[in-house]
Nanobody
């Protein structure tokens, strides 16, 4: 059974930082592209960042470029999202996703359909 478990969310002041983690189990982690998505109240879930299976290619939503960094550790079956210079509009539930067939190119938003975590709340106070 595939499990993706997010952690690291919380309440932070604007301008602060948080590091989200996603621990994966039940899959050949190093074969999967990994992504982070978020959903704010009353809004659709949106893409935040993705990393290819090797970690060599990353992709970001324009709204987080230069502030967020996605990384992965295939030895630990984990993916991370370092979030700096946080803004109130970053407030959302953040979800980890895995997909064997997602193509991370850095030029087009990759599609994640296979596995999703339960999410972790990030709240940025102004």
């Amino acid at each position: 059974q595939v499990q993706l478990v997010e952690s690291g969310g919380g309440l932070v002041q604007a301008g602060g930082s948080l590091r989200l983690s996603c621990a994966a189990s039940g899959l050949t982690f190093s074969s999967y592209a990994m992504g982070w998505f978020r959903q704010a109240p009353g809004k659709e879930r949106e893409f935040v960042a993705a990393v290819s299976w090797s970690g060599a290619i990353t992709d970001y939503a324009d709204s987080v470029k230069g502030r967020f960094t996605i990384s992965r550790d295939n030895a630990k079956n984990a993916v991370y999202l370092q979030m700096n210079s946080l803004k109130p509009e970053d407030t959302a539930v953040y979800y980890c996703a895995a997909d064997l067939h997602a193509v991370v190119t850095g030029t087009a938003t990759p599609l994640f359909r296979e596995y999703w975590g339960q999410g972790t709340q990030v709240t940025v106070a102004s």
